[in-house]
């Protein structure tokens, strides 16, 4: 019983921390494009 409870706990955590990985992507990519949109509108 506790085994199937600590394999569980650690999906969740696993998965927790993957969509995590992709959300900080997805605001590291929009900040980029943001500061490539300021350089193009001073050149």
């Known amino acids: 019983m506790k085994r199937s ?3 569980v706990l650690m ?9 995590g ?3 900080i992507r997805g605001a590291g990519e929009d900040i980029e494009e943001g500061g490539q ?5 001073t050149t």
């Open 37 to 41: 949109a300021i350089q193009r509108s």
């Open 21 to 23: 990985c992709n959300t």
């Open 11 to 19: 999906a969740i955590l696993t998965i927790s921390l993957l969509s």
């Open 5 to 7: 409870i600590l394999v």
